[in-house]
């Protein structure tokens, strides 16, 4: 048995409405089935999906406080005010910014920008910078992609007589500022009927309000913090992400060209991906190590050497935060190990002083994955005494809500149901612990700390190909709330399997269905190689891709689990060097089982786990998923009896044999007639002796020699006398199996036979019918 590292959903399609999708609007079937999958059960709903157009996208207007805005920025415009837009650090803010200048700049505006500190200012509006910008002469102060829980600092803007209108898209709190305007989409009496704009596709609305009509030449920067802000790609964003990736595929922005000439991407293959994985990490950087302007200025640039050189310099301080996540990851997890306290629902708080609050977010992304808790990084200023840091969330653990409920000891948050940021003092950090896991024991079930992953379409082989594959681009752009499909292939035979890669920890694989091979690659999960038995079926989900090669192009997936319910048979017979099959085992789910002790103190010295000798095993009623059997049980029924002690998911099977007796075999009959005649004639025959001279002569091994005379002796045919055989008078009349050795030989060439020298299949098919069917009941289970 495999076990998947997540709990798989599957969607399995209707066939009929696949059918009718596919005919309808002539997409492959595989196309139709993810839309069935998506919940797309009519013609008209999947063509409006697939050619969502300009015509899908909502009235500015209807933003309430869009009207007063358009008013209130002309009034400025007319009066010569200076207005600032105040934007964030992260890419979403930072295009925003961009949006709002460009657009402001275009109708003539005084108009500067200010993107807060992350170390000096923290998130959302700062008394700092808003003190600087009154004294700069700011009039008017616009927010993008902030502000909705800016209260104090807005009161303060207000209190130096400055207007202040707020653009965002973040979740409100109880309260709201005291701002002139508030643009967002998501307030309870909103009447705007897509409540998922990114910041800037909030910003970009009010362009459009006050140009008059859509900017279409800023879709590449909506595309760009819609994607990396992780909103859903769905409604509009949908719209704007698809027209921004084709703007940028064949741009003349200076900013694209030159991140995607430090990205080492092809304009013209710039996608969905290019933009989450390339450039948001890069124009993310920046703010989370230092100041962010540089990734306004890189947007507003015209000029394409100092475009690079921004460029150049996202790219260093990406790379500079790359090593600074590692290290800070590194150091979460050595702490959360040594306190040891993850068990069922509860929350990690980690935290230490001096750790980069810019990189925290990330930090708890990558926790989450590994150990899948809500979790919440902090940096320590002891200095201030406070603690300031990012949280990420699983499904069931309403971030923002459960942080909510803590506000008098958690004075300052923002943020979604899965991330957050906040600061609070040090001297609350216990109690916040307390709190949050608390909460998580009322919220969450072991179940859902298991992460589940969806997926849309089980295929059948016959149904991969590179066309197909190719016609899955249709449905992108992919993103939240339109997810990369994740395909199943079931019941899967393994053709070849191969670890790959300088530390060997890759896999690929061929998978076979009938005549049909699909090559599959599982990048980091070279440990599969050593979990697949021979024979086994196994079902796989991932991604699919096209690999070229050479100029050939062949489907390939992408593994991203995998899983088997049937139990596995691992042949380690005739590794006699127990370093060579020990490191494939999973030691810590494995029992190590001998029939015979001498044989446990020959693997004393190569296994630390203890070695069990079988009886012992029995009487303890001592359990695990997996069973190594060692040596070569005396009778076949004892394996048959470790066979019916527990349902084994997993048997290695090396039965170690001090001698084998297969090979040497059972002296045939004409060979004791022989013998018995040559004993006959001498009545006596010193064996110790002349057993050497005899076995030249008859070309027989000196040990099959003994074994004769053994049995003669078992027999009463002979007696010995310090080393001689001599005859007994009045031999009694009997049969060669009567002698203990005798039969005790043949069952053992038998048992070695069916064990230690059957081919594989065959050796599998004996497991499998004796196998025992029942499995032991879990409140009799012992685990170790």
Not at 631 to 648: A, I, R, Y
Request: aromatic residues 8%; proline residues 4%; charged residues 25%.
């Amino acid at each position: 048995m495999i076990q998947s590292q997540k709990r798989w959903r599957i969607s399995r399609p209707d066939e009929q409405l696949v059918s009718a999708l596919e005919q309808a609007l002539n997409i492959p079937k595989v196309c139709a089935k993810v839309l069935v999958s998506r919940g797309f059960e009519n013609v008209e709903d999947a063509k409006n999906f697939l050619h969502v157009t300009e015509k899908h996208i909502h009235n500015p207007f209807l933003l309430n406080g869009m009207d007063d805005l358009v008013e209130r920025v002309q009034q400025a415009i007319d009066a010569e005010e200076r207005i600032m837009v105040y934007g964030d650090y992260d890419a979403d803010g930072i295009t925003s910014t961009t949006v709002m200048m460009k657009t402001l700049e275009s109708l003539g505006a005084d108009v500067i920008f200010k993107i807060p500190n992350r170390f000096i200012d923290g998130y959302g509006p700062s008394e700092r910078l808003f003190q600087e910008a009154f004294d700069e002469g700011v009039k008017l102060i616009i927010t993008v992609d902030n502000g909705i829980s800016g209260l104090k600092q807005i009161q303060f803007a207000k209190e130096l007589g400055m207007d202040v209108i707020v653009t965002d898209h973040h979740e409100p709190g109880e309260e709201l500022p005291i701002a002139d305007i508030i643009i967002h989409p998501g307030l309870k009496d909103t009447t705007y009927p897509f409540p998922h704009l990114a910041g800037v596709g909030v910003a970009f609305k009010v362009a459009h309000a006050l140009i008059g009509e859509m900017p279409k030449e800023l879709f590449y920067l909506v595309a760009i913090g819609t994607i990396a802000d992780l909103v859903s790609l769905t409604g509009e964003n949908r719209y704007f992400v698809q027209q921004g990736i084709k703007q940028m595929q064949r741009t003349d922005s200076v900013a694209i060209e030159a991140l995607a000439n430090v990205s080492g991407v092809e304009i013209s293959t710039i996608n969905e991906e290019t933009i989450g994985f390339m450039f948001g990490p890069r124009i993310n950087a920046v703010g989370r190590l230092g100041e962010a302007a540089p990734g306004v200025e890189l947007f507003l640039t015209e000029e394409s050497n100092y475009a690079l050189s921004i460029a150049n310099m996202l790219n260093e301080k990406n790379k500079e935060r790359q090593a600074i996540v590692k290290q800070i990851t590194d150091e979460a997890i050595e702490l959360i190990e040594q306190e040891n306290n993850i068990q069922g629902p509860s929350v990690i708080v980690v935290g230490k002083k001096d750790w980069n609050p810019g990189v925290l977010g990330i930090v708890a992304s990558k926790l989450v994955e590994k150990y899948y808790r809500p979790t919440i990084v902090l940096g320590f200023d002891e200095e201030k005494q406070i603690a300031k840091g990012s949280a990420r969330s699983i499904e069931g653990f309403h971030m923002y809500k459960e942080l909510a409920k803590n506000n008098d000891i958690i004075p300052h948050f923002g943020g979604h149901p899965m991330a957050a940021g906040m600061t609070f003092p040090l001297e609350h950090l216990e109690e916040v612990k307390a709190r949050l896991n608390d909460q998580a024991k009322t919220c969450l079930t072991e179940e859902q700390l298991v992460p589940v992953i969806l997926i849309d379409v089980p295929l059948e082989m016959d149904e991969i190909s590179t066309e197909s594959i190719d016609s899955l681009r249709k449905l992108a752009p992919f993103g939240m709330g339109f997810a990369k499909p994740v395909y199943c292939i079931e019941n899967m035979e393994v053709g070849s399997i191969r670890k790959i890669g300088s530390a060997q920890n890759h896999v690929k694989l061929e998978l076979k269905q009938g005549a049909t091979v699909l090559d599959a690659i599982g990048f980091g999960k070279g440990d599969l190689a050593d979990e697949i038995a021979p024979a086994t079926k196994l079902s796989f989900i991932g991604d699919l891709q096209i690999n070229e090669w050479n100029g050939r192009k062949k489907p390939q997936l992408m593994i991203q689990d995998a899983r088997t319910n049937e139990w596995q048979l691992f042949d380690i017979r005739g590794i006699r060097q127990v370093n060579r099959w020990l490191p494939t085992i999973p030691v810590g789910q494995t029992i190590f089982v001998s029939f015979d002790e001498a044989s446990i103190s020959h693997f004393r010295s190569f296994i630390q786990e203890k070695v069990w000798l079988f009886k012992d095993l029995v009487e303890q009623r001592i359990h695990a998923d997996f069973v190594t059997v060692l040596d070569l049980p005396s009778d076949e029924k004892l394996l048959v009896q470790l066979l019916e002690h527990h349902q084994w998911k997993r048997i290695y099977a090396h039965f170690y044999a001090t001698e084998s007796t297969y090979f040497e075999g059972l002296p045939t009959r004409e060979q004791f007639k022989w013998y018995f005649s040559f004993l006959a004639k001498r009545k006596t025959f010193a064996l110790k002796q002349h057993v050497h001279e005899l076995s030249k002569h008859t070309g027989w091994s000196q040990g099959t020699i003994n074994f004769m005379s053994k049995v003669f002796f078992e027999l009463n045919f002979v007696r010995i006398e310090g080393g001689t055989l001599v005859l007994n008078d009045n031999i009694p009349k009997k049969d060669l199996s009567e002698a203990p050795a005798y039969h005790q030989r043949a069952k053992q060439i038998e048992l070695e036979q069916k064990l230690l020298y059957a081919p594989y299949i065959e050796l599998k098919q004996w497991f499998e019918e004796r196998k025992a069917v029942q499995t032991v009941p879990e409140e009799e289970q012992i685990w170790i």
